[in-house]
């Protein structure tokens, strides 16, 4: 039709057939082939536009509303067809996707802090709340450092082959984190208020209350005018923030090298309440630590003078300490990595 004069019965009639042929379009793809012939630049409608000037000036505004109408149906006609065809596509898609609601669900697992971690977690979080930091070391040390400088002399059973495992070169595989205090206070002068945790080492057979490697958390508190008194108090803090308000303390005297004097530090059964059960052995008390005041002898090893400084030391196996809150009975438990046992924390 390009550059031919047109008339108004011309674009009506052409109007119903391109409505038909809009609604009879099979596909997407025909009904984009329909909107260049028509709407596009080069189409027939943007033809009929350019040909106005052929008709009379009576005509053209006549046939410029026409014309516009022509375009407006033809492009209402093909956005019906073409939501019309995408809603199709939807439910078809929809139909192929869907999921069958009646089938069992598949469940996710959440993994869990391990009880050692937790148990670890909450000791931290008291002391720290007490003013302590923390502090870190090797797990591989030298023999000064685990036994020397802490008042264990060459002779002592404690340095046995049967109870340190000896790496060559007069190196081992840290028994305890006490060599941390020794390395903080060679390198810092009081006061001192910090716990060490990690991992240590002995060559214990496994039983259901030994592992050859367990977890500790060890406390310093170095200062001028610190007694027993003290100790006492944030032991028994420690334990009623970790157990339960109503639950009490008992030292009893023993022995370490490192601390003079010394306790080990029970409290009362937290299942029985201290009436006396299988747990705790009919005596209504369980150990957790060792304690004690620093031996005069350690304080000479790192040059704090004894004379003026006091402090108190304790240690507290992890585990030990995570099966009485957790009631659990074999330490291997928590090594075996059997999903049933960690699935309970």
């Known amino acids: 039709m390009s550059g031919n004069a047109f008339s108004l019965k011309d674009i009506g ?36 536009l350019k040909n106005l000037g052929t008709l009379s000036k009576e005509e053209r505004p006549v ?26 596509e939807t439910i078809r898609r929809l139909n192929d996707e869907k999921i069958d609601i009646t089938l069992p669900g598949v469940r ?10 937790k148990a670890m977690a909450s000791i931290l979080e008291i002391f720290i709340e007490l003013g302590f930091s923390v502090k870190e070391g090797p797990e591989i040390e030298t023999e000064y450092y685990n036994f ?16 340190t495992f000896y790496v060559n070169g007069g190196w081992v595989l840290r028994t ?45 508190f170095v200062d001028e005018g610190v007694h027993f008194g003290h100790l006492k108090y944030i032991l028994d803090v420690f334990a009623k923030k970790m157990f339960g308000e109503k639950v009490r303390l008992r030292f009893r005297p023993s022995f ?21 059960c299988r747990v705790c052995s009919r005596t ?9 005041m620093v031996d005069p002898e350690v304080f000479k090893a790192v040059d704090i003078d004894s004379e003026r400084y006091t402090g108190f030391a304790f240690g507290m196996g992890i585990e030990r300490i995570a099966m009485l809150k957790y009631g659990i009975n074999d330490i291997r438990l928590f090594f075996e990595n059997d999903k049933r046992f960690l699935d309970q924390f």
């Open 148 to 163: 020397e400088a802490l008042n264990i002399p060459e002779n002592h059973p404690a340095r046995d082959m049967q109870d």
């Open 63 to 88: 046939a410029g509303k026409v014309i516009n109408e022509l375009k407006d149906a033809v492009k209402t006609a093909l956005e019906v067809s073409a939501n019309g065809f995408q809603a199709s």
């Open 256 to 276: 370490f090298p490192f601390t003079e004097p010394s306790a080990e530090v029970d409290i009362s059964c937290i299942i029985c309440k201290g009436k006396g």
């Open 284 to 292: 209504g008390w369980l150990e957790i630590l060792g304690a004690g």
């Open 108 to 117: 996710r697992n959440f993994g869990r802090i391990h009880p050692i971690t």
């Open 13 to 48: 009639d052409i109007q119903n057939d391109v409505l038909d042929e809009i609604s009879q379009a099979g596909s997407l793809q025909v009904l984009e082939e329909l909107r260049v012939r028509w709407l596009g630049r080069k189409g027939i409608v943007q033809d009929y």
């Open 176 to 220: 305890h984190t006490s060599p941390i205090q020794i390395r903080v206070m060679e390198n810092n002068p009081p006061p001192l208020r910090f716990i060490a945790p990690g991992k240590a080492f002995r060559s214990d057979p496994p039983d259901a209350s030994h592992t050859p490697m367990f977890h500790q958390v060890e406390g310093l």
